[in-house]
């Protein structure tokens, strides 16, 4: 879910952040989850953007999808290939202005890109915590980010939570969560609970790792692992975030050249597409972590027994901007709505677009001068 | 004329929709726009609103003036709603372009405790002389595309709003009628006489009858 367009940055441009560099927060205090396990200490690691005002209250937190990062705008060398996963977004006058905004991003509790997850090593055992790192919520998601923003970053309030997809959901949990810590919310291309069809994707992918002879129970050595599980879950999750009209549009019928070695080599350029998209996957993420994260995802249900969304929604304090994107078959169209409707069903301040773009769940990741417009004026209003 | 007709008309709706509706009161703007009124009614009566439209450029607006707004259609998301959830809809100018106007009237009744309708009047005599006297459709600073750019414009008159308002017990709190410059009143013989026109509605008797 993280592959912005391809930006290749030759130069530092006036309207890029950049050179970034990540930091990481080591919090010290047992952090406690949801399913009632703790963990003595964890660190989370995050990058920032711009700088904070005088009274601290200009800060914009942005949260990742399930395959993202903390690394979401600039570069870390000159000779990175791509920018953050969000640097069409993020910058000196673009749509979350950093000339304006201090802007946060940091990895999710659970994840591989530095912070402690199931490859992170138990200081109690000294041993990986693979599948014995406790079972994982979203709201841990949020608890643990607002230790670093609260606490370590000593910040009285957020301006803004802005995220899609998996950042979307805690984007509204951090709304309900902490109603007056949070003065703006942008949910975008999210659910307050997914569907079967979601949930039924993820399954095939976690199915696709834990029958990889590699994965072991989730105890597979650092390095190694069931890549062949990994990239099959990636490959089929990515034609999830795209749409049948996207991927026409990309790539329609069109070949590779010349003749293939044997009949079931890739040939359709679609099929390279997709064994590309696994390879680079398997370099840089943990299967445990996503065996975590899809759990995460489909457990997340902010709905009452009764199917009415109120109870969560009430709690919100924060104007919202929820968008929702007419090609997303993931988190589709109503599901967005539902989110609204329910805010404006509890008197609160909300808006909702809807953006006609192709490129499907996705969407929310690509250049969209509508979106762009409507993050920035909805932050300035 | 010194001022254009979309301004006068903003106006119109303006003082005579902020006149009805009080502090604090919750709102929905059934084809808000650009959320110009809903903005002027925030400022003025602090009112809890909410605009409608289906455009995006519209919406776009909306968001930049700080309205909150829902991008879709006024019938689907009236649906959301419990009864008498707002203190007052506003359809101001957008009958014309409903797909089921009666529908969205009885919705908007149920979800709305008053209900503010206002359109241009096409029982108005110039109205009538211009299709009658050029054989073709009204084109004019109110209504400036031509047929094929058009979308798809029910020409609703006072005479006939009345009539369906009369046919289903919608009782007519107020109802203003403004001559050709949308701005003087207009008492008498308003079918042939207003060029535009303001209704308060209710439904005193419970839902509207089908």
Redesign the interface.
Known sequence: MNDAEVQILTEREPGEVGLVRWEDFHSRTPFTFDCGESIPEFTLRYETYGRLNRTRDNAILICHALSGDHHCAGVHSLNDRKPGWWNNFIGPGKAVDTNRYFVICSNCIGGCQGSTGPSSTDPRSGEPYNLRFPMLTIRDMVRTQHRLVRDHLDLPRLFAVIGGSMGGMQVLQWAIEYPEYVHKIIPLATTGRQNAQSIAFDEVGRFAIMRDSEWKNGDYDPGAGPNVGLAVARMMAHITYLSDQGLEEKFGRSRKAGPGRTFFEPEFNVESYLRHQGASFINRFDANTYLYFTKALNRFDLYAPDGSLEDSMRQIRA?A?VVGFTSDWLFPPAQN?DL??AL??C?K????????MTLGHDSFLVHAP?LY??IS??L?? | MSLKRTTVKREADFQIITGWIESHNRVLDLGCGRGILLEHLKNDKDVYGVGVDVNLDKVKSCVKRGVPVYQGDAESILNEFDDAYFDWVILSRTLQELIRPGRVIREALRVGRNLAVSFVNHGFWRNRASVLLTGSRIRNEVFPQSWDESPPINQVTVHDFEAFCDARGIHRAASIYLGGDWRTPCRRFPNIRAGYALYHLTSPNGPVLE
């Open positions: 104007g901007l709505r609204v409707h404006l069903r008197g301040t909300a808006s909702y677009a809807e953006l006609g509508d417009r409507l004026t909805f300035a209003s």
